[in-house]
């Protein structure tokens, strides 16, 4: 049974970072296509970007290109999200997922496992 596990999250003042963990056990990942989406209140789960576990390719939402950075540590089974120069519009509910296919995808609906979410709140 794949279990993901996310922490991390917490309050942060604009332009502060936060790094987020997603620890997983329960599946071979190094198959994997590992992904972090984000909800905010009333609004959709959006894609925030993606790493593909063996190789460690990475893509991420325009929104958040150049802030933040998605790596893993294969002996650890751990995924994380870096987060720098937060805004307000980043505070949300952050999932980590993972979809058991090599390749990533921005579609939520494409990923098997999900977290169960840390809260990142962003003060202005």
């Known amino acids: 049974q794949v279990q993901l596990v996310e922490s991390g999250g917490g309050l942060v003042q604009t332009g502060g970072s936060l790094r987020l963990s997603c620890a997983a056990s329960g599946g071979t990942f190094s198959s994997y296509a590992m992904g972090w989406f984000r909800q905010a209140p009333g609004k959709e789960r959006e894609f925030v970007g993606a790493i593909r576990w063996s190789g460690g390719t990475t893509y991420y939402a325009d929104s958040v290109k150049g802030r933040f950075t998605i790596s893993r540590d294969n002996a650890k089974n751990t995924v994380y999200l870096q987060m720098n120069s937060l805004k307000p519009e980043d505070t949300a509910v952050y999932y980590c997922?993972?979809?058991?296919?090599?390749?990533?995808?921005?579609?939520?609906?494409?990923?098997?496992?999900w977290g169960q979410g840390t809260q990142v709140t962003v003060s202005s």
């Open positions: 997922a993972a979809r058991v296919r090599s390749w990533y995808t921005r579609d939520r609906n494409e990923y098997d496992y």
